[in-house]
């Protein structure tokens, strides 16, 4: 078993991950503001305060910051479900357009989109983040719907949001977010879930 | 009145239409191949053959060579009304995603979004090309829905699309673009009409 870390380690991992969370927010500072072209270690480095031996000791690879740093964008906090699907999937949907207001999150995924284009070492990552960021709502879905119909009603959702953002600029209204939802209830109202 | 162009200037003017084409045709290649920052003016002139001069004669600033460049994407053909709104929403969904296949419409509405991030200046024309694309939809639900729905419902149709093409890296099949129309008609027939 390994000894209880003493006082000079605890200070010393501490350290560790203050490092790593300027070195991170840094990261995303220059992915957002500048593309992920402007991800180099030098460029890191500066932003930071850090040395280039220290960027480079914690990720070898320009692609370990980016995957790190979307990494980080991907901790969108989903909240439990209240039983009632309605209120749920606006409030999964609510929070998705406030962590674009908040965080950037369109900006981020833009971003993602087009350095998956030309590196699909990051296809994973993208992936990973489409994966968490439909899941709550696939979920809730999915006593009620399935195949085609199902990926159709995540997709409706999940892209009306996307497409109000990263097409028209501006994030959905409330009454927007909200007709969403109830058209996709409505809909299945009106055919009954689908048979098991 | 203008007399009628003698042979001359009818090959004057042939020549001016094929240099267009070819300078703009270059420009969609670099666009869409490596971006935006790959449009320059030395760039698009060794990709199509053609002098530097010959370029800023025509596209005096890289926005015009951009503008023209997006404005030849915008192109896409819309099928005429049938009459029959669940077809024509079927073909119009369908007509889209055939484009991003063939003309690597997703690439370009990807590039776009970078760049209007980085130049307001092109706001305008990723505006015009978002309407173009959404209007037949929008014509089509016009009748049947107003206000924060009609919006939700072209949101959702055309966002599905999207989110497929952009956030999964796949185009979406016929049996989900099938599925997004029924849920939304099915949705408006459970509801009836807005009032008017």
């Given at each position: 078993?390994?000894?209880?870390?003493?006082?000079?380690?605890?200070?010393?991992?501490?350290?560790?991950?203050?490092?790593?969370?300027?070195?991170?927010?840094?990261?995303?500072?220059?992915?957002?503001?500048?593309?992920?072209?402007?991800?180099?270690?030098?460029?890191?480095?500066?932003?930071?305060?850090?040395?280039?031996?220290?960027?480079?000791?914690?990720?070898?690879?320009?692609?370990?910051?980016?995957?790190?740093?979307?990494?980080?964008?991907?901790?969108?906090?989903?909240?439990?479900?209240?039983?009632?699907?309605?209120?749920?999937?606006?409030?999964?949907?609510?929070g998705y357009r406030d962590e674009m207001q908040r965080h950037r999150l369109d900006r981020?995924?833009?971003?993602?989109?087009?350095?998956?284009?030309?590196?699909?070492?990051?296809?994973?990552?993208?992936?990973?983040?489409?994966?968490?960021?439909?899941?709550?709502?696939?979920?809730?879905?999915?006593?009620?719907?399935?195949?085609?119909?199902?990926?159709?009603?995540?997709?409706?959702?999940?892209?009306?949001?996307?497409?109000?953002?990263?097409?028209?600029g501006e994030l959905p209204s409330d009454e927007v977010i909200t007709a969403s939802v109830?058209?996709?209830?409505?809909?299945?109202?009106?055919?009954?879930?689908?048979?098991?």
């Amino acid at each position: 078993m390994d000894p209880a870390p003493d006082a000079a380690g605890q200070a010393a991992d501490a350290r560790v991950v203050r490092t790593h969370n300027d070195i991170l927010r840094a990261t995303l500072q220059l992915l957002l503001g500048q593309g992920w072209e402007a991800v180099t270690h030098p460029n890191v480095a500066r932003e930071a305060g850090y040395s280039r031996a220290t960027v480079y000791n914690h990720w070898p690879t320009r692609n370990d910051l980016l995957r790190d740093a979307f990494n980080r964008v991907a901790t969108m906090p989903h909240q439990p479900p209240s039983g009632d699907l309605r209120h749920d999937l606006i409030a999964e949907l609510t929070g998705y357009r406030d962590e674009m207001q908040r965080h950037r999150l369109d900006r981020a995924l833009a971003v993602l989109v087009d350095l998956t284009a030309s590196n699909p070492d990051m296809i994973p990552v993208r992936d990973k983040l489409v994966a968490d960021g439909e899941q709550l709502v696939r979920d809730r879905l999915a006593p009620l719907l399935s195949g085609p119909r199902l990926d159709a009603a995540v997709l409706m959702l999940c892209g009306a949001v996307l497409q109000q953002a990263l097409m028209h600029g501006e994030l959905p209204s409330d009454e927007v977010i909200t007709a969403s939802v109830d058209l996709t209830l409505r809909a299945i109202d009106a055919t009954g879930p689908d048979p098991a």
